[in-house]
């Protein structure tokens, strides 16, 4: 069984290539949305509206319709934040015929004027609006893909409140179609109703800097006091190395910033969050919808609830190592390059570290960071807590 993918646009079938246009004519079965279903021309075809929620139904759906032609109509390039990609992952490459159309990404660029390498995509399809965050950095080019008509306020809310409500605000609804309508204005003065199929350009003004390197100011962060400090929380990530794609564990979050940080290195680096204490793990879903970051705050005290938790890239451990089994637990549970750092302030944390570096190696250091303040009218250092930092690759 080949599932054939047409990629389709607002300007329907006539924008359809010959061979698109055949696929969909030959077809037994024809799936996709309402909306897309509407936009060719009747036929003998039966035609099924996707279910949802579609994840769990879109196996059973297949089986069903095994050994018909299956045609799927899909918005734009399917291989593009779409359906396609989905069917591949499930399918796998050789039982999935892909005929892509033109994304909405490359038409609002070419609306624009932008250079679409140059460009960074942000989708917000089933994805909270705060994930835009990392991305608003001075002089930036965005192109959002809208969850619907309220998608724009929700994005021009959110610059408007971050400092950057002077940046030109493009909404381009219905593009390639009939309707198609292109409004620009900047982000503070946006106002307005708009077709629930559109996408946004943002070219960001001159704003805060929350820069994506590892770092990010103390006060960024809504803390009780348990925060790993800037500078050794630098540190710390660059020993943890994030990798596009990959999964980190941040054991005993506090709030939330190994994790954070990790996962705003990259669109698709991902974290989880393990806090015992409510309040703190309260704070840290906090902190992570105000930095825009993908990260699951998970509630329990490690290393018992690590059990059912997939299996990690890289392991932190900030709190809690001294708990009987958690370096085991950690170790055992990290992929074959994966990498473990474990922080300590305390003797007997650093008695743990010592006996676990003389059986497992990798790297061992001591941080001091002092902060200049006042001393009197004069000026002075101040010594923070000494933090020992253990690094080890598997």
Excluded at 185 to 212: F, K, M, R, Y
Excluded at 237 to 264: F, N, T
Excluded at 346 to 365: F, S
Aim: hydrophobic share 45%; glycine share 12%.
């Amino acid at each position: 069984m080949v599932v054939e993918v047409v990629g389709i646009g607002a300007d329907g079938w006539a924008g359809l290539s010959t061979a698109a246009q055949e696929v969909i004519a030959k077809a037994d079965v024809l799936i996709g949305s309402a909306r897309q279903l509407g936009l060719v021309p009747d036929g003998t075809a039966e035609r099924r509206a996707w279910p949802s929620p579609l994840s769990e139904a879109l196996p059973g759906l297949l089986a069903e319709y095994r050994g018909r032609r299956v045609c799927v109509l899909a918005s734009g390039d399917p291989t593009f934040h779409g359906i396609g990609t989905t069917l591949v992952r499930l399918l796998g490459a050789s039982a999935v015929r892909v005929i892509p159309h033109p994304s909405s990404v490359s038409l609002a660029c070419a609306r624009l004027g932008w250079a679409q390498e140059q460009v960074q995509v942000v989708s917000l399809v089933g994805h909270p609006t705060e994930l835009v965050h990392p991305q608003v950095q001075p002089g930036r080019r965005l192109v959002v893909l809208s969850w619907g008509a309220r998608t724009p306020g929700e994005v021009a809310v959110l610059l408007t409140a971050r400092g950057y409500g002077a940046s030109e605000f493009t909404v381009l609804e219905q593009l390639g179609g009939p309707g198609e309508r292109v409004t620009s204005t900047t982000a503070e003065a946006w106002a307005g109703e708009v077709d629930p199929l559109n996408v946004i350009g943002v070219h960001c003004a001159d704003g805060p800097v929350l820069s994506t390197a590892p770092g990010l100011p103390d006060a960024a962060y809504e803390s009780d006091g348990q925060l790993t400090k800037r500078e050794v929380r630098a540190v710390t990530l660059s020993r943890l190395a994030p990798v596009p794609g990959q999964l980190l564990w941040d054991v005993g979050g506090g709030a939330g910033s190994i994790a954070i940080e990790w996962s705003r290195h990259h669109p698709s680096c991902r974290a989880i969050a393990v806090e015992r204490d409510e309040e703190r793990l309260k704070r840290l879903e906090r902190n992570v919808a105000a930095l825009g970051a993908k990260v699951v705050a998970v509630h329990g005290s490690a290393p018992e609830a690590l059990n059912s938790l997939e299996q990690p890239d890289a392991v932190f451990v900030g709190g809690g190592a001294t708990a009987p089994g958690m370096i085991e637990v950690c170790w055992a549970a990290l992929r074959p390059g994966g990498r473990l750092v474990v922080n300590g302030v305390t003797l007997e944390t650093e008695v743990l570290i010592a006996r676990w570096y003389q059986e497992l190696g990798g790297d061992l250091v001591r941080l001091d960071v002092q902060r200049a303040s006042a001393v009197g009218g004069m000026t002075g250092w101040r010594p923070a807590m000494p933090v020992t930092i253990w690094s080890v690759t598997k």
